[in-house]
């Protein structure tokens, strides 16, 4: 299994980006995004389903939005309105039965 984000960069407050993760070589019940800033623990940031259910972190609710093309495998976070506390390394991620993946992780970082 493979998992290939792309999109981090650095970004104005109150600006936008869209994170991207290809995931190949498995069949994923759940695909998403987490996000570990300096000196904190990793965290959720957005998941969603194969069917489409979704779940987001309180703190990007109405923020970020997560979509996914199930026949691409591939999952997107379109992040708006960003500010300084964002800022962190987002990790795709991918869960097939019990079995979780890990992408690499890519930079988000806002600032003016």
């Known amino acids: 299994v493979q998992l290939q984000a792309s999109g981090g960069g650095l970004v104005q407050p109150g600006g936008s980006l869209r994170l991207s993760c290809a995931a190949s070589?498995?069949?994923?019940?759940?695909m998403g995004w987490y996000r570990q800033a300096p000196g904190k623990q990793r965290e959720l940031v957005a998941v969603?389903?194969?069917?489409?259910?979704?779940n987001y972190a309180e703190s990007v609710k109405g923020r970020f939005t997560i979509s996914r093309d199930n026949a691409k495998n591939t999952v997107y976070l379109q992040m708006n309105s960003l500010n300084p506390e964002d800022t962190a390394v987002y990790y795709c991620?991918?869960?097939?039965?019990?079995?979780?993946?890990w992408g690499q992780g890519t930079l988000v970082t806002v600032s003016s």
């Open positions: 070589g498995g069949i994923f019940s759940h």
């Open positions: 969603i389903s194969s069917g489409g259910t979704t």
């Open positions: 991620y991918a869960r097939s039965g019990i079995i979780e993946y």
